[in-house]
């Protein structure tokens, strides 16, 4: 079955530095690939989505790839914000149905 | 839009009452998800309906919880009795079919306290 495994966390870095949370997946078909965040005492919101190999995801200065020969849709932000703080969430869906999750990283931005 | 709306965002209870959580997903989506999420098992898919109709229920812990889509518009996530390790944050979220990212797109969660 669909399954995604996510770096595991948490992640602590202070403001302007580089993320990277690393997402590599398993599905039988070709799936869309989503990251979703979660700010404190918030439901999950889409940060970014992607539908096919090297698509770039992108929104808020943060960014996914589509790698389909590594299986993989690596979040990146070149300069973290203490506003990023939150948890985020890599999920595929292949098809109009329900979507994997990832378990989730806690990053955590200090001033 | 009014995104998916939840109620109520808290509910406190004792263990044996039966605590009903409510959804209403975006006018015109066809799926209906519903999750719980704790510390311990993260979040976790518990059944999804299309069209009004539960498709998978396997995520459902046991028999005391149950959940109905009466119309498009409303659903319910029922525990009877609730019992103290029910204690999460259960989130509703929906979909549409057709499109090209099938997004889900969440609500602000119901946080269940069992006392």
């Known amino acids: 079955g669909d399954s995604v495994t996510q770096m595991e966390g948490p992640v602590t870095l202070s403001e302007e530095a580089f993320l990277t949370i690393n997402c590599t997946y398993t599905?039988?078909?070709?799936?869309?690939l989503f990251w979703y965040v979660q700010y404190p005492g918030e439901g999950l919101q889409l940060l970014l989505k992607?539908?096919?190999?090297?698509d770039k995801g992108s929104n808020k200065g943060f960014e996914a790839t589509y790698r389909k020969e590594t299986t993989s849709f690596h979040l990146e932000k070149g300069s973290v914000q203490v506003s990023d703080s939150a948890v985020y969430f890599c999920?595929?869906?292949?098809?109009?149905?329900?979507?994997?999750f990832g378990d989730g990283t806690t990053l955590t931005v200090k001033p | 839009d009014a995104g998916v709306i939840q109620s109520p965002r808290h509910e406190v209870t004792e263990m044996g009452q039966e605590v009903t959580l409510r959804c209403k997903p975006i006018?015109?989506?066809?799926?209906l998800f519903w999750y719980r999420q704790t510390m311990m098992r993260g979040l976790e898919l518990l059944i999804y309906?299309?069209?009004?109709?539960?498709?998978?229920d396997s995520g459902m812990p046991e028999d005391r919880f149950s959940a109905k889509m009466p119309n498009a518009s409303f659903s319910t996530l029922k525990i009877q009795p609730s019992e103290p390790r029910d204690s999460a944050v259960y989130f509703c979220?929906?979909?549409?079919?057709?499109?090209?990212?099938?997004?889900?797109?969440f609500g602000p969660g119901t946080r269940l306290t069992v006392l």
């Open positions: 992607a539908t096919k190999a090297d």
């Open positions: 979220a929906s979909s549409l079919s057709g499109t090209t990212y099938n997004e889900q797109f």
């Open positions: 309906f299309n069209n009004n109709v539960p498709i998978d």
């Open positions: 006018s015109g989506h066809d799926y």
């Open positions: 999920a595929l869906s292949e098809d109009a149905g329900k979507s994997t």
């Open positions: 599905a039988t078909g070709y799936p869309s």
